[in-house]
């Protein structure tokens, strides 16, 4: 059972609004929320890849879209330049 799609928006806009707090990244809304949620996707990807998984529970989510959404901000810039 997964979080939801009410629960995964707030959760993913926590955890976007987390990375972009440690990154220093002046990010709004909706690119916080689209960060959490990519970012938990990819990184979970990556840590399934390598034989982890995380819980489907909201804390486990909001680490791993935290740390996934700083993941995506930091690639970001190196691709900027």
Known sequence: ???GIIMSIIIG???GWIASMIMKADTGL???ILL???GAVVLNALLGWAGIY???AWLPQLIVG???AALLIWIGRKLRG
């Open 1 to 3: 059972m997964g979080l």
């Open 30 to 32: 909706f690119t916080n």
């Open 36 to 38: 959490g949620i990519v």
């Open 54 to 56: 995380a819980a489907r």
């Open 13 to 15: 806009g926590l955890a």
């Open 66 to 68: 935290a740390a996934g």
